[in-house]
DNA sequence: CAGCATCCTACCGGATACTG
DNA sequence: CAGTATCCGGTAGGATGCTG
């Protein structure tokens, strides 16, 4: 109904060989969502964002804003100065992107108790399954 | 202005601690992301979904089916019969969350021409600066 | 401050073989 | 058919040290 192809659309996910797939990698990825989701509060300093994204390592903040600067989905502004200072901020593409992925945080974080109560319910019938030492 | 905190939503994923990160991976990650796409569209069978979803192993399917099943995002229906069946579809919760993450994936698809045109850019400021064998 | 280079480990994930 | 169990390589990703 919503397939790709079923809309005649170049792009499919599904395939294997689709490079929407690698993109779609950087968008939801671990931190590329995060990155994500925090530059669309703002335009933030290297450092800046790292204080943001929480548990973020230097080196994965580098390789991600890369990836998404690639993408065109991220801009950085550097500005040549003693001591540096660069700038990040979402392209019009990237705004498009973050605000579908917000829609999605946003939906899971609020319906995050019915999960726990789910995982619960699932732990349980598992255990009741095995009783001893599983 | 769209901040978990700044609503006063409990769970905020940007926490290093939140158990909605773990969730957000779940449905974000490498096969979770096509998984839940595929179901959005019906109930699979096991070997249907794997051919629906093109690349996945036997192994991460199951364990991607089986973290989503825990999380109550998909409902698995065995029925007891020679040779077993077995079906798989998306919850309530499971579709909610679907809808969003296919909002996403057909942002991504509709502008991966931009995608792949922003690569080009990139690679070749970047192979201007560098002249010969980095 | 804003990174890059290096090292090292955990685990993601594919291939294969086996079970009910 | 619908999985589980085992082995194994590649890489994601953390820690540390260095640069401009």
Known sequence: MTT???QG?????FSRACPSR???EHVTGRWGALTLGALHEGSFRFNELRRRVDGV???MLSQTLQALERDGLVHREA?????PRVD???TPLGREVAERLLALIHCVERRM???LSAR??????????TPLTG
Chains 1, 2 share one sequence.
């Open 4 to 6: 790709a192809q079923e």
């Open 9 to 13: 659309l170049p792009y499919d996910v």
């Open 22 to 24: 690698g993109t779609l």
């Open 57 to 59: 390592s230097e080196k």
């Open 79 to 83: 500005q040549p100065t003693n001591p």
């Open 88 to 90: 990040y901020e979402l």
């Open 113 to 115: 108790d019915d999960v």
């Open 120 to 129: 619960r319910g699932y732990d349980e019938a598992r255990a009741a399954r």
